[in-house]
């Protein structure tokens, strides 16, 4: 791609994105700076900034970066599977327990959120990507890489401690929540505040057994008993899902 330099913002973000997606993880910020054409501190500044804000994410082995949650997000809604099963059976949870039902997927130890409820919308985005202790969401991701435990997927994992750390969850908080997850089944949290929500995150698993997504439905209040009174419903959408979105002999994504 050549001489972005002079665009604006918005032109040199998108850019960028697209020197990533085309190079791949070798590519460094200085060579991404050298392909565009821009000075080494813009495009320094400008790949921090996309960074931070999830549209890329540092690649943990090599110099470069990868395209982060926030751009698979994007392309789930541009262009979604045409057999896409998910919205047909989270419209239909909505509506059988009259409560907000959203769906989210795991990603490289993050969360996309790909049908979130339009008439209760989640209380926090950026919450629910950055403090996974404070929504059942974020707990389940939690659960699914307990700490010093053996995984096969490193890098999701190091991005959960990462983010765990950073909102102030320790060692021993995460043990807790992975051992409600295993006992329960899923997971469960109050969000607090004027607009209190009652949660609860089902998993869907992928083939292997790996945390792929979950369907999530969130009650207004406190208490809890609202919201796992639908726990019968919910798993049998998250087995239906798993069936028609990760069918064996597929890729969880």
Excluded at 24 to 34: C, D, F, H
Excluded at 47 to 55: F, G, M, Q, R, V
Excluded at 140 to 163: C, G, K, M, N, Q
Excluded at 168 to 179: D, H, N
Aim: glycine share 10%.
């Amino acid at each position: 791609m050549s001489g972005p330099s002079g665009g604006s913002g918005v032109a040199l973000a998108l850019a960028v994105l697209e020197e990533v997606a085309r190079g791949g993880p070798t590519l460094s910020a200085n060579r991404i700076a050298q392909l565009l054409g821009m000075p080494r501190a813009s495009a320094y500044r400008l790949i921090n900034s996309l960074t931070s804000d999830e549209y890329l994410l540092r690649h943990p082995t090599l110099d470069g970066f990868v395209l982060g949650v926030r751009v698979v997000e994007l392309a789930h809604l541009i262009a979604p599977s045409r057999a896409d099963p998910i919205p047909g059976i989270v419209a239909e949870l909505r509506e059988r327990t009259g409560e907000a039902v959203h769906f989210v997927r795991y990603s490289g130890g993050r969360v996309v959120i790909v049908d979130e409820d339009p008439d209760l919308p989640l209380l926090s985005i950026d919450r629910t990507r950055r403090q996974l202790g404070a929504t059942a969401i974020g707990r389940l991701l939690i659960a699914a890489f307990p700490p010093l435990e053996s995984t096969t997927d490193p890098h999701a994992a190091r991005a959960v401690a990462d983010s765990a750390r950073a909102s102030g969850i320790s060692i021993e908080e995460r043990r807790r929540i992975a051992v409600e997850v295993a006992q329960l089944g899923y997971a469960r949290c109050i969000e607090p505040g004027p607009a209190a929500r009652a949660c609860v995150a089902v998993p869907v698993r992928s083939p292997d057994g790996e945390l792929a997504a979950a369907v999530v439905l969130s009650a207004v209040g406190t208490d809890l008993a609202p919201a796992e009174r639908h726990l019968g419903v919910l798993l049998a959408a998250s087995e239906e899902l798993a069936r028609l979105a990760y069918p064996v002999g597929s890729t969880a994504g």
